[in-house]
């Protein structure tokens, strides 16, 4: 199993981007997904979670700016960012609550991390 982000980049204060994340490999089921970031020097913090329900939680910092969604038949969770600002820089990461084919219980995956500048 294997969580594959993509979408990050260079963004004006103000603009939009759109990140995703798949996963793939011998999944049995997936629970709640999610996006966590890291800046230079800070420690890696939540951003928004949506479960398999399809409820929602986001940071505070975030809140009516970003959207996070999810596609189960892709497999693939999503975080629309607008309103853009430079103290959203950093590498954003996926993070995923998966059950696999070969067992039981739920493992917390990780993406490889996309990285999103916003800066003029």
């Known amino acids: 199993v294997q969580l594959q982000a993509s979408g990050g980049g260079l963004v004006q204060p103000g603009g939009s981007l759109r990140l995703s994340c798949a996963a793939s490999?011998?999944?049995?089921?997936?629970?709640?997904m999610g996006w966590y970031r890291q800046a230079p020097g800070e420690q890696r913090e939540l951003v928004a979670t949506?479960?398999?329900?399809?409820?929602?939680n986001y940071a505070d910092s975030v809140k009516g700016r970003f959207t996070i969604s999810r596609d189960n038949t892709k497999n693939t969770v999503y975080l629309q960012m607008n309103t853009l600002k430079p103290e959203d820089t950093a590498v954003y990461y996926c993070?995923?609550?998966?059950?696999?084919?070969?067992?039981?219980?739920?493992?917390?995956?990780w993406g490889q991390g996309t990285q999103v500048t916003v800066s003029s």
């Open positions: 490999g011998s999944i049995f089921s997936i629970n709640v």
């Open positions: 993070n995923a609550e998966i059950r696999s084919n070969d067992r039981d219980t739920y493992r917390n995956y």
């Open positions: 949506i479960t398999s329900g399809v409820w929602t």
